[in-house]
C-alpha cells in the first residue's frame, strides 16, 4: 500500500483532489442581495487596547476610566477605529476573501459615539452595485453597503459603503482600452502657501483657516510621527478582528501577486494616518469619513506617516454627537510611506475639544 506522506504520492493526491474554497467570486453578486455575516465578534476592551496601542492612537478617553468619565461616559469606550476594522472584518468572508483591490469606502458614520466594550456585533451588507472591469478581465467591481448593529438593541453602531474588485471564475474577454478605476484625481494647482495651526483646539483651526481665506494659501501639515508595519499590524491585528483574506497572512499565495508578498490590512494603515493625525488634535469623538481610497500596496518593513489638510471648522452639531465645549472640524489626511509613496486618503469630520 502507499504511503500517502511520501512526497511522490502526496504530490499526486494534491493534483488530483478538488480544493473546497472559501468565498465568493464577481459573479455571485446581484445588486440588491442582503447577507448576513456569522460570526460577529464580542467587543473587548483587551482586543481596543491592543488595537490602540499598535498603531499608535493614545486618546485616554479610550484608556483611562477617569478620563471617560470627565467625557460622560462610564467607562472607556471602544476605540472607533477598533470598531470600524470588526465591522468590516466579519464582513470579508462573504464579500472579499477571494482577493481583488480594496478601491475605496464612502459615506462611514458613527452612529454611537461611544460603544462600549461587551458590546456583540452583528454585521450585514448588501449588494449595491456591480460592474465589469476591462483594464483587470480576471476581475469585478462590487460595492456593498455594510452596517454593525449592537445584536443586542439592534442599534445601528457604524456603517459604510465599500468598493472592491472580486476574483471572477472566468475572466471578461478584454477591450484592450486599458481604463483604470483608480479613483481620486490629482487636484487643479498648489497653493503657493501652507500654512499650520498653532495648537490642536478647535479654535486653533478656525484661527488658521481664517488667515488662508485671503491668500493662496492652505492649511496642510505633516506629522512627526511614523510607524513601520511589521507581523503584529500586517497579519496579527487583521487576524484578531476576523478577517480572513489571505492578502494579509498567506505569503505563498501572495508570492505570485502583484504585490510579491502578504500586504497591511488597509484600515490598519488608516488607523496609524489618523493616529498621526489625532495626536495632533484635542479630539472629542469621531463623527464620519468620505471618499477613502487605498492608492497603493503596504507590505511588512513600510513606515507610514501623516498629512493633513484642514478644509473647514464650523459650529454645526452633530446629532448624538453633541458636545457643548467642541466645534466640528473637517480633514482631509494622506498617509503616506518612507519613500514619499501615497497610499491612503479620505475626509474626516470629527468634534474637536474648544479651548474655552
Given at each position: 500500500m502507499t504511503e500517502w506522506t511520501d512526497p511522490e504520492a502526496f504530490a499526486q493526491l494534491l493534483d488530483r483532489a478538488e480544493t473546497k474554497e472559501k468565498g465568493n467570486c464577481f459573479e455571485d453578486f446581484a445588486a440588491g442581495d442582503t447577507i448576513e455575516h456569522d460570526p460577529g465578534l464580542v467587543l473587548s476592551r483587551r482586543a481596543s487596547e491592543c488595537w490602540m496601542g499598535q498603531t499608535l492612537n493614545y486618546d485616554p478617553t479610550y484608556w483611562r476610566p477617569s478620563v471617560a468619565k470627565s467625557a460622560g461616559h462610564d467607562e472607556p469606550p471602544v476605540h472607533p477605529d477598533y470598531l470600524l476594522a470588526c465591522v468590516m472584518g466579519a464582513s470579508v468572508e462573504d464579500l472579499s476573501e477571494k482577493g481583488g483591490y480594496f478601491l475605496g469606502r464612502d459615506g462611514l458614520r458613527y452612529h454611537d459615539p461611544a460603544v462600549s466594550p461587551g458590546t456583540e456585533l452583528r454585521v450585514e451588507s448588501t449588494v449595491e452595485a456591480t460592474r465589469e472591469s476591462s483594464s483587470r478581465p480576471e476581475f469585478g467591481i462590487v460595492t456593498w453597503e455594510t452596517t454593525g448593529y449592537d445584536a443586542d438593541t439592534g442599534d445601528r453602531l457604524v456603517s459604510y459603503n465599500r468598493t472592491n474588485m472580486i476574483s471572477r471564475r472566468e475572466p471578461m474577454a478584454s477591450d484592450g482600452s486599458g481604463?483604470?478605476?483608480?479613483?481620486?484625481?490629482?487636484?487643479?494647482?498648489?497653493?503657493?502657501?501652507?500654512?499650520?495651526?498653532?495648537?490642536?483646539?478647535?479654535?486653533?483651526?478656525?484661527?488658521?483657516?481664517?488667515?488662508?481665506?485671503?491668500?493662496?494659501?492652505?492649511?496642510?501639515?505633516?506629522?512627526?510621527?511614523?510607524?513601520?508595519?511589521?507581523?503584529?499590524?500586517?497579519?496579527?491585528?487583521?487576524?484578531?478582528?476576523?478577517?480572513?483574506?489571505?492578502?494579509?497572512?498567506?505569503?505563498?499565495?501572495?508570492?505570485?501577486?502583484?504585490?510579491?508578498?502578504?500586504?497591511?490590512?488597509?484600515?490598519?494603515?488608516?488607523?496609524?494616518?489618523?493616529?498621526?493625525?489625532?495626536?495632533?488634535?484635542?479630539?472629542?469623538?469621531?463623527?464620519?469619513?468620505?471618499?477613502?481610497?487605498?492608492?497603493?500596496?503596504?507590505?511588512?518593513?513600510?513606515?507610514?506617516?501623516?498629512?493633513?489638510?484642514?478644509?473647514?471648522?464650523?459650529?454645526?452639531?452633530?446629532?448624538?454627537?453633541?458636545?457643548?465645549?467642541?466645534?466640528?472640524?473637517?480633514?482631509?489626511?494622506?498617509?503616506?510611506?518612507?519613500?514619499?509613496?501615497?497610499?491612503?486618503?479620505?475626509?474626516?469630520?470629527a468634534l474637536i475639544r474648544k479651548r474655552t
Open positions: 481604463e483604470t478605476e483608480a479613483s481620486g484625481g490629482s487636484e487643479p494647482g498648489l497653493p503657493d502657501e501652507l500654512l499650520t495651526p498653532d495648537g490642536g483646539y478647535f479654535e486653533d483651526f478656525r484661527e488658521v483657516l481664517d488667515r488662508a481665506a485671503d491668500r493662496d494659501a492652505a492649511v496642510a501639515y505633516r506629522h512627526e510621527r511614523g510607524r513601520t508595519m511589521d507581523d503584529t499590524t500586517v497579519a496579527a491585528l487583521p487576524l484578531a478582528t476576523l478577517n480572513t483574506a489571505k492578502q494579509h497572512h498567506n505569503a505563498d499565495v501572495m508570492a505570485d501577486s502583484p504585490s510579491g508578498e502578504i500586504v497591511a490590512y488597509g484600515d490598519v494603515t488608516r488607523s496609524v494616518a489618523l493616529a498621526h493625525a489625532r495626536s495632533d488634535e484635542e479630539t472629542v469623538c469621531e463623527v464620519t469619513c468620505d471618499d477613502e481610497r487605498f492608492h497603493d500596496f503596504v507590505t511588512t518593513g513600510d513606515t507610514i506617516y501623516g498629512f493633513t489638510r484642514v478644509l473647514d471648522a464650523n459650529e454645526a452639531d452633530q446629532p448624538g454627537h453633541s458636545h457643548p465645549q467642541s466645534g466640528e472640524v473637517t480633514f482631509r489626511h494622506y498617509a503616506f510611506d518612507q519613500t514619499g509613496r501615497p497610499v491612503y486618503s479620505g475626509t474626516r469630520t
